[in-house]
């Protein structure tokens, strides 16, 4: 999950069944084989990024945070591990917010790839 697959059908069906989500690389994996930039390369959120004095990766992150959902990001960058743990005394406004939430949705992975042509994951891999 992240501001480019934003998953709002699956954020709702699990908030209503008490199920906790947890973001995996919501940063977009960048610079990996099986990663793009998305959201570090989104305009939009470099836009927004430079207006408040934050980076990219902040702002995607905070996105998440203001979600309510959890999150693991990566990084073996010390500068960068701080500037991720540097998004909880500050928040998005409501037109930032409004922003992000017209970004183009791309699904990051598709079960089924991963794991087979499963009746379930192809139904998973539709309704997300």
Request: charged residues 25%; glycine residues 8%.
């Amino acid at each position: 999950m992240s501001p480019a697959w934003q998953v709002k059908k699956l954020r709702e069906f699990c908030k209503a069944k008490g199920i906790h989500v947890t973001a995996y690389s919501p940063l977009g994996a960048s610079g990996t084989s099986w990663g793009d930039d998305r959201v570090l390369g989104s305009q939009v959120l470099q836009q927004i990024a430079k207006a408040k004095g934050k980076t990219t990766a902040q702002i995607s992150l905070r996105w998440v945070y203001e979600q309510g959902v959890s999150m693991v990001a990566k990084s073996y960058n010390k500068e960068r591990m701080r500037q991720n743990l540097d998004i909880f005394d500050w928040s998005l406004t409501e037109e930032e917010l409004q922003k992000m939430s017209r970004l183009s949705q791309i699904k990051g992975f598709v079960f089924a790839s991963l794991l087979g042509q499963h009746d379930l994951l192809l139904q998973i891999d539709s309704g997300l």
